[in-house]
């Protein structure tokens, strides 16, 4: 079951904050996000797993509501270097063979 | 940044012919999967590997077929390539190991066009 991304896009201009929100109708082991650049492959920015934790990484956050089934990234004091396609991935099963099913991005433009 | 390289980068072919595209990896690690990219769908899983020999299907594989003889090496193959599989391809690789999940590392894509 793909995971349902919003919003779908999202204009900022520097140093705004914003969040993008990934839920599932189904009950999740882990969260991956990632980062896509026009014409570039998709960089990893952060697992969480079951457990309600949340993590960091630079002024990106995200935390992690196993009982919602959601996942919400944070970005904060954003950057020009922010802009780009966001992609949560989530998984269902704790066993298995890590697979990982994305959502279908959500367009962050951040303008001066 | 992860050693994957995958070829060709770009392909322009007819329909009906077969496609073949490498992924191949310098990290030893045990999974590698395949996805394609389109508007609108976002990343897709077409077959994913979790060990030498060892494949699944993903959500989207119809009319894809995969082959891992060496750690190394995830092949994917279009037997017989339709224009609805015009789209860009994106192999990746995960590491396995205890006490929790890894990220996955995405190689530079191939864009593959239909006619």
């Known amino acids: 079951q793909q995971p349902v991304q919003s919003p779908q896009a999202v204009i900022l201009r520097e140093g705004e904050d914003a969040v993008i929100n990934c839920s599932s109708s189904?009950?999740?082991?882990?969260v991956h996000w990632y980062r896509q650049k026009h014409g570039e492959a998709p960089v990893f920015l952060m697992i969480?797993?079951?457990?309600?934790e949340q993590k960091g990484h630079d002024k990106i956050s995200a935390s992690f509501n196993e009982k919602k089934q959601q996942s919400s990234l944070y970005l904060t004091a954003s950057q020009l270097s922010y802009s780009g396609t966001y992609f949560c991935?989530?998984?269902?099963?704790?066993?298995?063979?890590?697979?990982?099913?994305f959502g279908t991005g959500t367009k962050l433009q951040v303008i001066p | 940044d992860a050693g994957i390289t995958q070829s060709p980068r770009h392909k322009v072919t007819e329909t009906g012919t077969p496609v073949t595209l490498r992924c191949h990896q310098t990290?030893?690690?045990?999974?590698m999967y395949w996805y394609r990219q389109d508007p609108g769908h976002g990343l897709r899983l077409i077959h994913y590997?979790?060990?030498?020999?060892?494949?699944d299907k993903g959500e989207v594989s119809d009319g894809y077929s995969v082959s891992r003889s060496k750690t190394e090496d995830f092949l994917l193959t279009l037997e017989s390539a339709t224009s609805s599989q015009t789209s860009v391809y994106f192999c990746?690789?995960?590491?396995?190991?205890?006490?929790?999940?890894?990220?996955?590392?995405f190689g530079d894509g191939t864009r593959l066009s239909i006619l």
């Open positions: 990746a690789i995960s590491e396995s190991r205890a006490g929790g999940r890894q990220p996955q590392h």
């Open positions: 189904k009950a999740l082991y882990s």
């Open positions: 969480l797993l079951k457990g309600g």
């Open positions: 991935g989530t998984e269902m099963n704790s066993g298995g063979y890590q697979k990982v099913t």
């Open positions: 990290e030893n690690h045990r999974y």
């Open positions: 590997s979790y060990g030498v020999k060892d494949t």
